[in-house]
């Protein structure tokens, strides 16, 4: 079992569900899930169980912290086992460090996999609202659906 950090629910409603720890280098940390539905075209059914996770921390903090990873995939890899849905990401570009926040993906999801853990991933890089961004997508092994996904964003 992972070392992570005990972690509350501090909002639950229609549109977001989210989670908050305190790690002990860097402070709190948000972990939230919304629906994702509007990066899609509006006729994908298996599209409409959708989420977006984006985590974040509440101050700056110093010092890395490897239970900081354990946690946020754990509480991923919970939140896609409850309710049974893939999860979209996109890699926040306003800073230039997108590409470093794909690595840490590409990175958690290499060492889940190694872990036992399986997780169909992949990201694509499109234009949105006239921006570049990357957007991935992570899925439990048997979403049928996981080829399709990117097909049905919006801007494709």
């Known amino acids: 079992m992972l070392d992570v950090y005990p972690h509350e629910l501090v909002e639950k409603s229609g549109k977001h569900i989210v989670y908050q720890f305190t790690s002990d280098k860097r402070g709190d940390y948000v972990d939230r899930f919304s629906k994702a539905t509007y990066y899609f ?14 985590f974040f921390p509440v101050s700056p903090g110093v010092g890395f912290d490897k239970k900081i990873q354990n946690t946020l995939t754990n ?12 999860l979209l990401y996109v890699c926040d570009s306003i800073d230039g460090l997108e590409k470093c926040r794909l690595g840490l993906f590409e990175r958690w999801v290499k060492v ?17 609202l006239d921006s570049q961004i990357i957007l991935g997508i992570l899925t439990l ?16």
């Open 141 to 156: 092994p048997g979403d049928t659906n996981f080829n399709n996904y990117f097909t049905q964003i919006g801007v494709e």
């Open 75 to 86: 509480l991923i890899e919970e939140f896609m086992t409850e309710y049974n849905c893939p």
């Open 41 to 54: 075209n509006i006729d994908c059914v298996p599209c409409e169980h959708m989420h977006e996770v984006a």
């Open 112 to 128: 889940a996999k190694k872990s036992g853990k399986l997780f169909q991933h992949d990201y694509r890089e499109i234009e949105w």
